[in-house]
């Protein structure tokens, strides 16, 4: 079965902008959600940091401890 996240991760990783686009819009709703209690104009700071430190999250994403962990769970 493929992960459909896991590869748009490794493509955004790449530096391909409509993978980072596509992750921003996977968790959208979860940005949402975190800052709906907010002001509107605090809202829309909230948001966009968010969606900032999300690209950030997938710059440092390490596939290699990824890979690490899944056969370390296939193992048990």
Known sequence: MENKLYDLLLRA???DEQAKAEVI???EPK???LSSTL???E???LEQELRIQLVHS???FNVDH???FWK???EQ
């Open 13 to 15: 990783k790449e530096n």
């Open 25 to 27: 819009q996977r968790f």
């Open 31 to 33: 940005i949402k959600k």
């Open 39 to 41: 002001p509107q104009w």
């Open 43 to 45: 809202r829309d700071d």
């Open 58 to 60: 997938i710059e440092k």
């Open 66 to 68: 990824l890979v690490a």
């Open 72 to 74: 370390y769970y296939e």
